[in-house]
């Protein structure tokens, strides 16, 4: 073989190569969103579970003041539901103090809660996002902010609704919010059309299983998430949806069905999709 040869054979196996790596790269995050998919349905699940119990869903956050202690979310609250009963009666402090179901105990920053507060669920993170599985909470957000302590990061976020999440803390008008206990009859627009969580990635921030962080950064937002803008928009804040996939984000509905939202949805269409009773006929698209 000349050396011509050679090389217009190394030619034509690169040009191969170059074609086929789209391919294969697509192919990886096909199955990467069906697992995310299959994560958020898997959460619709446990809060369909934690209803049927309670008789509502978790509260979005769990705090006397709106950013006030204890501050456990609705992922640490669904714990039982998801499987993880153990790490609930390890937990040193945890949203039940160690006395039974109840929501209260002590406080995230507790040192008694650092194992829990640290634990990474992979049912809370998308396989297609590539940060670390822990992140440093920072007792406000400047560049100069205090560090806090180490939490576990989390991709899928309790849905407020549509307004402000650090100005209204106590009224969002979607299915979580500070000590919601949100019952299916209060789904006035039907559970087919209501958003229950949905996905943020780490591109902006990170968000969290564990709770709303008394004194930190984005703590509320970190837990719950309104639609501010569509899915992945340029526009984004951290406290909207967002996702590493192309096209849209993942979300689960009130009756259990999980669907990619558009990130080309109709923004009238994805706020009402957002509340609970606003009295909008917006069907999915």
């Known amino acids: 073989m000349t050396l011509v040869e050679l090389l217009v054979v190394i030619g034509i196996v690169a040009v191969l190569v170059a074609l086929l790596m789209p391919a294969v790269q697509a ?60 790490l609930q009666e390890a937990s040193g402090g945890g949203p039940w103090g160690g006395h039974g179901p109840s929501p209260g105990g002590m406080p995230i920053g507790h040192a008694g809660n650092q194992r829990f507060r640290e634990t990474s669920l992979s049912l809370f993170l998308c396989p297609s996002d590539p ?52 019952r299916f009859a209060d789904v006035r627009d039907g559970l087919s059309n209501t958003l229950l969580v949905g996905e943020r990635c780490s591109r902006l921030d990170n968000a969290t299983w564990v709770g709303a962080v008394p004194g930190a950064g984005h703590g509320m937002a970190r837990v719950v998430g309104r639609a501010g803008s569509v899915p992945n928009h340029v526009l984004n804040d951290f406290a909207d949806f967002s996702s590493y996939h192309p096209f849209g984000a993942n979300f689960v509905l009130g009756d259990g069905a999980a669907r990619l939202i558009s990130d080309e949805i109709d923004l009238a269409v994805y706020r009402a999709l957002a509340t609970r009773s606003g009295g909008e006929v917006a069907p999915l698209p």
Request: proline residues 7%; hydrophobic residues 40%; positive net charge.
């Open 27 to 86: 192919a990886r995050e096909a199955a990467r969103r069906a697992r995310c998919q299959n994560h958020v349905r898997q959460i619709g699940l446990a809060l369909h579970n934690h209803h049927t119990t309670h008789r509502s869903l978790p509260p979005g956050w769990v705090s006397a003041a709106p950013n006030g202690d204890p501050g456990w979310g609705w992922g640490a609250v669904a714990l039982p539901f998801i499987e993880q009963e153990a």
């Open 131 to 182: 940060a670390d599985k822990l992140f440093m909470l920072h007792r406000g957000t400047g560049s100069g902010a205090p560090p806090m302590f180490e939490i576990a990061r989390a991709n899928y976020v309790a849905v407020f609704g549509t307004r402000t999440v650090e100005a209204n803390p106590g009224t969002g008008d979607g299915t979580f919010f500070q000590n919601s206990s949100v």
